[in-house]
């Protein structure tokens, strides 16, 4: 997959890019990054890519001629194209595993008070990482990539992604690792009896608890399989949900 970000501010990027699963994946050619900075594509002595909003109010806003031009630079019949933008899609985990299929993910920031209204006409969506308010759109790009380059195979051991948190449709259960006492905190029993049915059995129902209480708009959304409920009633786990 090629990813390329669209920015005035290239260098935000730069420990991210090196660090951790990322960073690994792109060394081994999982993915790969580049950039398009406005400012190249501005039109006067002074390279400025904003201007003041028609109808007055606060703040500048990005021109459409240096945006669009930095995007027909680097766009092919590939490329898919989106936005950061607080008005925008909110991201969850299906949208990025649908990112996740494109060739070209190309990643267009905002800054300042925002773009032309004109250059959504041009691109493929809009996407929001939450509902608040960044200075610029390059923290969310990096966690659309995070989120997207995760996914690629190879990235992360096979299957490793399956039960993790929204990948099912609830939140993930609680995981514990050694000590079995951490100053008298003990591991739940039932993870050191070796019986992996009822393990999996005991993870679904802290699932369906934790998206419970966490998020009910979830839980209200989730379907219970027959093997699920099977599950659950053979190891006595109760769920309103049987
Ligand atoms: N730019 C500023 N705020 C944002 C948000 N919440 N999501 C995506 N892009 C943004």
């Known amino acids: 997959m090629r990813i390329t970000v669209m920015t005035l501010f290239a260098e935000m990027f730069d420990s991210f890019l090196q660090t951790s699963i990322v960073g690994r994946s792109l060394e081994r050619g999982l993915a790969s990054v580049d950039f398009v900075n406005y400012r190249d594509f501005?039109?006067?002595?002074?390279r400025h890519v904003d201007d003041t909003p028609f109808g007055g109010g606060n703040g500048m806003v990005m021109k459409c001629a240096p945006v669009m031009e930095a995007?027909?630079?680097i766009r092919t019949e590939d490329s898919y194209v989106i936005m950061m933008n607080p008005a925008g899609?909110?991201?969850?985990?299906?949208k990025v595993r649908e990112l996740a299929q494109k060739k070209h993910l190309v990643i267009m920031c905002g800054h300042y008070e925002g773009m032309d209204a004109r250059?959504?006409?041009h691109i493929d969506e809009c996407?929001?990482?939450?509902?608040?308010v960044l200075t610029g759109g390059e923290p969310a790009a990096m966690i659309v990539m995070d989120s997207v380059i995760r996914l690629l195979p190879g990235a992360i051991k096979e299957g490793s992604a399956d039960d993790e948190s929204y990948e099912n449709g609830l939140l993930e259960y609680p995981q514990y690792t050694q000590p079995a006492d951490f100053n008298g905190e003990k591991v739940p029993e039932v993870l050191l009896s070796g019986n992996h049915a009822k393990i999996k059995a005991w993870r679904l129902y802290q699932s369906l608890e934790r998206t419970k209480k966490i998020r009910p708009d979830l839980y209200d959304a989730y379907e219970l399989s027959k093997e699920e409920k099977?599950?659950?009633k053979k190891y006595g786990f109760e769920s309103e949900k049987q």
């Open 89 to 94: 899609t909110p991201l969850n985990q299906k």
């Open 42 to 46: 501005a039109h006067d002595n002074y």
């Open 127 to 132: 996407i929001s990482i939450g509902d608040y």
């Open 119 to 121: 250059i959504e006409n």
């Open 230 to 232: 099977k599950l659950l």
């Open 71 to 73: 995007l027909d630079s």
